[in-house]
């Protein structure tokens, strides 16, 4: 589930873990930006991954953009070789080097997060869709892999 919350600032820890084989497992921060419609606001941006053999977790993070901040709570997606699947239906795929995953926001809200991994560094995009395909918001960064 995610959650947007309006305040003035907001900050959240996350810990370091071991690689797997995406490449995505551990703490990851950096700056992106969150547009909606015309306008945009920069953000600072931190979150945490874990990767098993069945298992692909979002640990939690947030986005804090002063006025406003996004948190998203943790979930966990199945893995059945490459495929992640969420609640039985299938909901993105995993490899090394990419993770792109989607989940609802609320009845009529789409969420589809990709990212692309190259050592300690990820481009991440997180795309808002209400009734399939109106964006509402999109969110793109750049991340570094915290250190421990």
């Known amino acids: 589930m995610r959650k947007l919350i309006f305040l003035a600032l907001s900050s959240i820890f996350v810990s370091w873990g071991a690689q797997a084989a995406s490449g995505i497992q551990g703490?990851?921060?950096?700056?992106?930006?969150?547009?909606?419609?015309?306008?945009?606001?920069?953000?600072?941006?931190?979150?945490?991954?874990?990767?098993?053999?069945?298992e692909f977790k979002r640990l939690g993070g947030t986005f804090d953009c002063n006025v406003v901040a996004l948190y998203s709570d943790p979930?966990?997606?199945?893995?059945?070789?490459?495929?992640?699947?969420?609640?039985?239906?299938?909901?993105?795929?995993?490899?090394?080097?990419?993770?792109?995953?989607?989940?609802?926001a609320n009845e009529r809200t789409q969420v589809t997060t990709t990212i692309?991994?190259?050592?300690?560094?990820?481009?991440?995009?997180?795309?808002?869709?209400?009734d399939g395909t109106k964006v509402l918001y999109r969110i793109t960064g750049q991340l570094r892999r915290s250190p421990p």
């Open 27 to 54: 703490s990851w921060a950096g700056w992106g930006l969150w547009t909606f419609g015309t306008s945009g606001t920069n953000c600072q941006m931190k979150i945490q991954f874990s990767e098993s053999e069945t």
């Open 75 to 104: 979930l966990t997606w199945t893995k059945q070789g490459d495929q992640l699947f969420l609640e039985g239906s299938r909901a993105g795929e995993i490899k090394a080097g990419m993770v792109k995953f989607s989940e609802a």
């Open 116 to 130: 692309n991994i190259a050592g300690d560094q990820a481009d991440y995009e997180e795309i808002w869709y209400e």
